[in-house]
């Protein structure tokens, strides 16, 4: 080690801009990746589209439409109908839905009221649900639903509670978005298999959620999302305790060292805010015009250009992989 001080100040100096300069280019990296990458379908979740693997069919309007497949995807409200005949062809699907028993698979594309969901709930083979939207109120006859393992409930935000999800049968995946009765997540003890769960708001109406603490209860879990969420209470932490979790979603609205410190308990979660800055390609640096500005990880972090603020994104990085640093040699010293 140097003697003089100012030497050693150089010396630390010097280590912390090289250690930065290689971060800043693994980053450019990992973007020019992203950018010409077409990304894994285990991150996109259970329900992204799948067009070859008719996931979901085209949409259809009438009963007399459907082939007779596995899949079926209506698009049977907001029409240009006459409100007599919309009310008629609604009532015909209520009335046609208890009896398509090989319908494993169903989409609600256009807005679901409650009949049409209660009637979806009488269908004896469906595994998976899919409600784009609704104007549901209650989800009282999911319990009829004794094979479904697959659930996506749209923007509902008329809905009063999610309790009848306790007596539901056991679930493997699950989202959620714009569902007020969200706030609550203790239903999701009685659903200890669930591989994927999506908790969330929508456009920029974030949901309030009081604590992931339930979510402990989830130790099968590989993919969480949980992007427009605000949590009241024990922020992320009980995430950590997810053994099985592999790809996490999160709006970058935590703190820069509350995300730092959980990157380094949890290295192996792949997870876009466990890294200290990311692209943001739409927004141009007004000093240079360049458009390589990037995001710092953390809460009100502000976006950056790596060639005029140079010397604030370094600081930024030091203090992030700092932090995770030494949560990741924490944990070490906790290990027998």
């Not at 130790?219 to 949590?231: D, F, G």
């Amino acid at each position: 080690m140097p003697e003089d001080p100012d030497e050693f100040t150089r010396f630390r100096e010097k280590a912390r801009a090289q250690t930065s300069r290689r971060l800043l280019e693994e980053f450019k990296e990992r973007v020019k990746q992203a950018v010409h990458g077409h990304g894994d379908q285990a991150q996109a979740g259970f329900w992204a589209h799948r067009p070859g693997h008719d996931f979901p069919p085209e949409a259809i309007r009438h009963p007399s439409e459907y082939d007779g497949g596995r899949h079926l995807n209506l698009a049977c409200t907001q029409t240009d109908l006459k409100p007599s005949a919309q009310r008629k062809l609604v009532e015909s699907w209520c009335e046609a839905l208890p009896d398509l028993d090989k319908v494993e698979f169903l989409w609600f594309s256009s807005r679901a009221n409650q009949p049409l969901f209660d009637a979806a709930c009488q269908m004896k083979s469906l595994e998976g649900l899919y409600v784009s939207w609704s104007g549901i109120k209650s989800l009282n006859s999911i319990v009829r639903l004794r094979r479904l393992r697959y659930l996506y409930l749209g923007s509902s935000p008329s809905l009063a509670s999610l309790a009848p999800l306790e007596e539901a049968a056991p679930l493997e995946w699950l989202e959620l978005e714009n569902i007020a009765a969200c706030s609550d997540l203790s239903f999701l003890a009685a659903h200890p298999s669930l591989k994927g769960l999506g908790v969330s708001g929508v456009e920029n109406k974030y949901l309030n959620v009081h604590s992931l603490a339930p979510l402990t209860h989830l130790q099968a879990l590989e993919w969480a999302s949980l992007r427009l969420v605000r949590i009241k209470s024990g922020g992320l932490w009980p995430l950590a305790r997810l053994r099985r979790l592999k790809y996490l979603y999160l709006s970058n609205k935590y703190p820069m060292e509350e995300l730092a410190a959980l990157a380094g308990m949890r290295p192996d979660i792949q997870c876009d805010l466990f890294q200290p800055i990311a692209p943001v390609e739409y927004m141009t640096c007004k000093k240079c015009g360049t458009h390589n500005l990037v995001m710092l990880t953390g809460k009100g972090k502000p976006c950056l250009c790596p060639s005029c603020d140079e010397e604030r994104l370094k600081r930024h990085i030091d203090a992030f992989e700092t932090i995770r640093k030494a949560q990741k040699q924490w944990l070490k010293s906790q290990k027998p």
